[in-house]
């Protein structure tokens, strides 16, 4: 079995901050603090996230690609977290392979009344790359930030702009690809 | 299955309770100790123990107790995991080799005897101490049956 952060606390709250940052700054490509090893075949930065944020009060889902005997193991084992079967049922889920990934539609969105009780989705890409791509805009972006994302399907980014739509609902989706991590909360908006 | 369980059951339950002394001498007494890695780093924590009044009533909570865990694996792939009384780390890093090592049956026999037995033993002797210090005061009770009425 693979080792965790080689300094749960410290290492978890590095990342922690990191996720903040990326959280507040939409579409900046961030390096997160990574255990030495991730279980086959999650990247380095989604075995941090889910290290940091997935605990024992939180239901994962993971898909096909990503739910390998190994990372399951890894999972209840690290974080004491219970794997779902349906996405719906989620608090957190993990993509291994965006290609083949559900609908956004398909994880909690929240309610009006707690629209916090959503789902947080975890996807692996290829690569993640500032100043090309797609436009983002919305809080956090002062005039526009552009990503280019390699591995996302093209009906990725109109799933993207229905979620926006169902503000304050809607899913958070934190990209991660190596040691690093873009987040797109459901506030930002993509303009093309 | 179920009777491997109940062994492991004993034996992690025979680490648990001896001191972290007594561990740590069975440790050094061993002529080849193995390289191991740890897989979770020993941790301390809280547990809430839980009783049952008179053995079979409802359950409630007695109170919380210290215990460290620790996760160690053995470069066979075997992980050896502990719970143990107290806070202290090499304890419970030791207790955990050792339950990696019994579940091995190439060491299992020889761990038994000169690990396991001797440390179960010590501990049947001291409960058997306290309860032959306790017994003398152990005060029954008794209602004499009226044969009238």
């Not at chain 1, 009780?117 to 791509?133: C, D, I, N, W």
């Not at chain 2, 369980?5 to 440790?27: D, N």
């Not at chain 2, 502990?82 to 780390?89: E, K």
Request: hydrophobic letters at 45%.
């Amino acid at each position: 079995m693979l080792a965790g952060f080689a300094d749960p606390v410290l290492d978890a709250q590095r990342a922690f901050r990191s996720v903040l940052d990326a959280m507040a700054h939409p579409g900046r490509v961030i390096e997160v603090a990574t255990p030495e090893t991730a279980p086959y075949p999650l990247h380095g930065a989604v075995a941090s996230l889910c290290l940091t944020l997935v605990d024992l009060e939180t239901t994962v889902w993971l898909d096909a690609t990503a739910g390998t005997a190994e990372a399951r193991e890894y999972l209840q084992f690290h974080c004491g977290c219970r794997l779902v079967d349906a996405p719906g049922a989620a608090r957190f889920a993990v993509i291994g392979d965006p290609a083949v990934m559900p609908a956004l539609s398909r994880f909690d969105p929240g309610t009006d009344e707690s629209p916090e009780r959503s789902a947080t989705l975890f996807v692996q890409v290829a690569s993640l790359r500032e100043g090309h791509g797609r436009r983002l805009a919305g809080p956090g972006i002062a005039s526009e930030v552009r990503l280019e994302v390699t591995g996302l399907p093209a009906g990725f980014w109109h799933g993207l702009r229905d979620n926006h739509a169902l503000f304050p609902r809607g899913v958070d989706v934190l990209l991660a690809a190596g040691r690093h991590v873009a987040a797109l909360p459901r506030t930002t908006s993509v303009a093309d | 299955m179920a009777a491997e369980s109940g062994a492991r059951r004993r034996w992690m339950s025979v680490l648990a309770q001896a001191s972290g002394a007594e561990v740590e001498r069975a440790w050094r007494a061993l002529t080849e100790r193995p390289a191991y890695r740890v897989v979770r780093k020993p941790e301390v924590g809280l547990v809430m123990v839980r009783g049952r009044a008179g053995g079979s009533g409802a359950p409630f909570n007695l109170g919380e107790m210290t215990v460290t865990r620790c996760t160690v694996d053995l470069p066979s792939g075997i992980a050896g995991h502990a719970y143990v009384a107290g806070r202290d780390p090499r304890h419970a890093e030791l207790a955990a080799v050792f339950d990696a090592l019994l579940q091995d049956p190439l060491h299992a026999a020889q761990l038994e005897e000169r690990v396991i037995a001797p440390l179960e033993a010590g501990q049947q002797e001291r409960r058997r101490q306290v309860a032959a210090r306790s017994a003398p005061t152990r005060v029954e009770f008794f209602t004499l049956v009226r044969g009238d009425d």
